[in-house]
């Protein structure tokens, strides 16, 4: 099964595909106009271009304000309690590790006492001392990063790798978020700002911390006008923006900060439906954390096992959390009792999943294979307390493998692994950003759009490639949370530009029963060849 | 006691004495443990691994050991049973230092601490006798050779027994102390529901670090007090005992004898076990405690009618089944539609929304205590310092709602009695209270028109229309403030410290003159407001008196945690009717339930406007004690923003068809817009 070849050819090189209509997507010219329906719809949504060469990168890296003083040479004990204050046990073990020249300076005041020699000695025992201890903890470090390799990269190196982002190091947009209930989107960028866009103002504000470095990822709590989580590098900010301020630069007063120590980098955000609880999770931390952000509690789900949690995605209906590990298992987890299923996965660890609007089904990915699975769950209704419910098995449900295209401009070829995956509020588009193979040079990451459709059975059919201006390389993609027309996917290319491409279309009031069809009639043989679905589980 | 509440003491005992019951034998059953440990670490010897393990095992099965563990369980009874009878759903916060004070030497707490204090003493003589060696005994022969012709050696006093003797009862007062200081009485619910096993858990690394560390501090300031104060009780033991001195070895109140490693060692270990036992057992009661509990939302059979979760609301029941059954009434409206079913249900033979007006009733019953209490917390703090009559005089001027008077005598609660509520503008009041009536008179009445304009919702429409209230309160007469020595409203009702009888008196001498307002009552408020003066220049008495206002604060939202899930349960309810509600018994009761949460958003909104209110809650240390009582103010202001988004999301446009008073449509298109 190589589902790629049912999808239509992608569009020809220099071309952009502007919208879906008529279960077509439809793509032009970058200079064309849009027709004025599509025009209208999508008019107050923002587009917007942010090169990487405007952004300042941040001038210091270092945020004490140590080197700006001249260096004092002190005693070693004092040194030891500095080192003690500021960084601990390590800090005092590394200090003395190094300490050396402490006799040179009594050497010069002639006859060596046997207290001076007494000192010299408890000085190299100590030294050896730590040494071997700080051998003792190096080595068992790399003992469990041996277990789990991604323990001994570097945190910047360690986001790059787990982040939603395709090229999380080098491209000027790092992560994106829309607002849950309005025309509002976040873009975290390459300097450590996050701007703030709004479909009905003009004002663009601009937040920047202290503490906010290396952002991973953005969420924007449901229920609620202005609050956005953004999960930093050592810890969790939560920004109150008032939503009638004129202000471009609100203050770092209105940030909250959620630190708990051993739970950097945070690379994953997820807030709870009903807005009362919060989900951060690091890659080096192996619970992941529980937040009541009002009160500034927090609740360590620890679980052993997997090394860390890279991943969170909350079901829309807010009754599952999927948490995928960097070892070759994922839970999901059930929020009443907050007990876990484990899945086992073949391969390797998970690398993206979605959820279905009604929270039954779940989506998801596996690094170092090319398709996509299915999960199904049974109706969430409070008396099976404790359970997740999962069925026993996942199912495939597409081959995204390599394929080749031959189009009229040469061949093109396709497909790979999928790197983040995406599914509209209605369930109606699922759109996958498939990281093309690196071996091979004519491969590229691309967006494909599946339609699909829930109930009563679950179908997956082909709607076809989205392609960006000449070079764009999709970076980060995401839905619309409330669009009336169908949907709207906002795409983040490589080169800056975010855009937003709406698929029109009419579907029913759930639970729908109708084929998430145009409203036009489709256009005979062209789509006739293409109602053939990926799968079905009929 | 009417049969209602008699029931609700039975089922209390019911659903509390099993979880008391079942932590203490956890802690029992735990005990072993912590004893085995204690006895393996305090024998340590590194050098010969062997035979210290295969030492302490067999330690274990002596009889000694096996009779201190009988007398342990014994004293974690004893301290389980204080931990249920000291338990607090609402802790009590004092506002002052004298406060303080009077909770410290209340007769209940000199109980618990002398109580806790004998325990202590027992729980170090077990392990006293635990540890053997030096410490066995308290009388042991003397080694000296006073009198080597008698044929009895004389008996000496073991000091060291005696050391640990003294420092089980210092822990345990230090430990009563603490569990006063620190409300450890209070059970604070958790944010999310876990298993109790996992809960254990969890707290057990920071159980037992603090344990470590306090023990270390305890050791330190008996140390000391042994240092000063330590001949006394020697003496004391001395001549009771008819012992000797033992003349060979030093005495403990020096500093040479207090430096003996050894001593030094044992006795923080004897402090940690002491500690972290009765740390577990505190923690397995709050544990079990504080779970949820499932009630029934309508009676299978007929006498279980006071047990299910309308009747338990409604009545007045013992304040942690209340608050069990707000909990619960939060976890069903969030997570199974069935019981939401239930709560929509009609009645079988009638047809009325029994449970829905029993639920709601309840939340909105709270929810406007709780608008009421700010309110008044607001003038308080409002109105220090000055004169309380003109706006005594404003409102007897003005008396503007025809009905006002006569509901404001049927206000007149005999708790609001004492306050200052004549500068609580009149309308306001009206209009809670027909919020409050309304919903247990007008429902069934109600029960036709969804949205149409019912005679309940117009006239709290009326009403709200006519009363900008908070313009009263930014007038400038209140803005003055002044030098305050005891008015805060929250110690008016709470606190029954001893500065208490005397300000309810003097406002209630102020409202009663206000009526005649004479050349004497003017005097008398003159030298009221010197003396007041003159008295808050004395540092001493500033000193105890002076209110933490932040404490204060902490006061009024002591309760607050069942405000949250009364808000949390009546959104997601009313959300949930949304597509759940068959006969659209909710939409009869929505105007006031927006009424009410909107009034309560502009009185919270205010509060955290006043001066002294921290926007922000504090840091909060990584403490066994749960401080989240402090916070409880910061979680309210959030969930009633989400609940109030909860419910305009949901209806969206269809709430404009909803009556209600302009002042409020405004702020409920601004909540439609995302814009608050």
Known sequence: MCSLALFPPPPPPGDITLYEYNNALVSGRGNEKLPRPVQAQVEDLPTLTIPKETLKAHSRLEHSAKPAFVHHREMLWKRCINAWRDVGVAGVLEELANAEGEGDLNQELGEPSWTDSAKQLAVQWLKAGSRCTLALCRWVSSLHGSFFPHLSLPSEDMIAEFSPAVDWAGCSIRAFAWHPHTSKFAVALLDDSIRVYNAKSATIPILKHRLQRNVASLAWKPLCASILAVACHSCVLVWHLDPTSLSTRPSSGCAQVLSHPGHCPVTSLAWAPSGRLLLSASPVDTAMLVWDVSTENCVQLQWFGGGGVTYLAWSPDGSKVLAATPSAVFRVWEVQTWTCEKWPTIKGPCRTGCWSPDGSRLLFTVQGESVIYSLSFLEYSGELQGQVGGSKTASVVADLSETTFETLYGEERIGGEVHSMVWDPRGERLAVVIRGNYSSSNCRTIIAVFRTRNSPVFELLPCGFLQGEDGAQPQLVSFHPCFKKGAVLTVCWSTGKVSHIPFFFVSGPFPSFSSPQSPLVPLGSQSSAREQPLFSEL | ?676
């Open chain 2, 1 to 676: 006691m009417s049969p209602v509440a008699r029931e609700q003491q039975l089922l209390l005992r019911q659903i509390l004495g099993w979880r008391a019951a079942a932590s203490i034998a956890w802690s029992v059953f735990l005990l072993p443990l912590c004893t085995a440990a204690f006895i393996s670490i305090s024998t340590i010897d590194l050098f010969h691994p062997i035979q210290w393990i295969t030492s302490s095992f067999n330690d274990l099965y002596t009889s000694y050991v096996i009779f201190c563990l009988l007398l342990m369980s014994m004293v974690i009874l004893i301290i389980s049973i204080f931990n249920v009878e000291f338990h607090a759903v609402v802790p009590s916060i004092p506002c002052s230092r004298l406060a303080l004070i009077s909770k410290v030497i209340h007769p209940q707490q000199v109980i618990h601490s002398v109580v806790h204090a004998v325990m202590g003493m027992l729980m170090a003589w077990c392990a006293a006798v635990m540890t053997k060696g030096k410490f066995l005994f308290l009388s042991i022969p003397c080694t000296a050779s006073e009198s080597p012709a008698d044929d009895v050696p004389y008996m000496c006093l073991n000091e060291y027994h005696l050391f640990l003797l003294l420092l089980g009862a210092f822990m345990g007062y230090s430990y009563s102390l603490r569990y006063l200081v620190h409300n450890m009485n209070y059970l604070p619910f958790p944010i999310i529901q876990q298993y109790k096993y996992l809960r254990f858990r969890r707290a057990l690394p920071l159980l037992a670090k603090q344990s470590c560390v306090e023990s270390l501090y305890m050791v330190r300031n008996f140390c000391a007090a042994y240092y000063f104060f330590g001949y006394i009780p020697r003496a004391w033991i001395i001549t009771t005992m008819n012992l000797h001195i033992d003349s060979k070895l030093h005495p403990l109140d020096t500093v040479a004898g207090l430096l003996d490693l050894s001593l030094l060692y044992h006795s923080w270990l004897c402090g940690v076990f002491l500690l972290i036992t009765w740390y577990i057992t505190w923690l397995l009661f709050r544990i079990y405690s504080t779970e949820a509990h499932h009630f029934p939302v309508q009676p299978t059979f007929a006498e279980e009618t006071d047990r299910c979760l309308p009747k338990i609301l409604n009545s007045n029941p013992p304040s942690i089944l209340k608050f069990l059954a707000l909990q619960d009434l939060m976890f069903l409206s969030q997570y199974s539609s069935v019981r939401r079913q239930e709560v929509f249900s009609l009645s079988q033979p009638g047809g009325h929304p029994h449970n829905w007006t029993a639920v709601s009733r309840e939340c909105l019953n709270l929810l406007n205590d709780l608008t009421l209490k700010l309110i008044m917390h607001q003038e308080a703090a409002a109105t220090n310092g000055r004169l309380k009559q003109p706006s005594v005089e404003d409102l007897r001027k003005a008396p503007n709602a025809p009905g006002a008077a006569a509901e404001e005598s049927s206000l007149q609660t005999p708790r609001a009695g004492i306050l200052p509520r004549a500068h609580m503008p009149s309308l306001v009041k009206s209009s809670l209270l027909s919020l409050k009536t309304s919903p247990v008179t007008d429902l069934g009445s109600n029960l036709g028109s969804p949205f149409s304009s019912s005679p309940l919702s117009n006239k709290a429409g009326m009403l709200e229309l006519s009363s900008p209230w908070h313009g009263s309160v930014q007038s400038p007469h209140i803005m003055r403030r002044g030098p305050k020595l005891w008015t805060s409203y929250s110690d008016l009702q709470w606190t029954d410290s001893l500065q208490e009888p005397r300000p309810s008196f003097a406002v209630a001498k102020v409202t009663n003159e206000a009526v005649q307002p004479s050349f004497l009552s003017l005097w008398l408020q003159s030298k009221k407001e010197q003396i007041k003066s003159f008295l808050s220049k004395r540092v001493l008495i500033m000193y105890f008196f002076s209110k933490h206002s932040e404490a204060s604060i902490q006061a009024v939202f002591s309760d607050t945690q069942m405000h949250i899930w009364a808000l949390e349960g009546l959104s997601h309810l009313v959300a949930a009717s949304f597509t759940e509600d068959k006969y659209g018994v909710v939409q009869t009761t929505l105007p006031s339930i927006l009424n009410t949460l909107l009034t309560l958003q502009e009185v919270v909104d205010k509060h955290f406007k006043l001066p002294h209110v921290s926007s922000k809650p504090p840091r909060t240390s990584g403490n066994l004690a749960d401080t989240s009582y402090k916070t409880l103010r910061f979680a309210l202001r959030a969930s009633l923003k989400t609940a109030i988004y909860r419910i305009t999301t949901t209806f969206g446009e269809h709430l404009n068809a909803v009556q209600v008073s302009t002042e409020h449509n405004k702020r409920l298109q601004q909540f439609l817009e995302f814009k608050e």
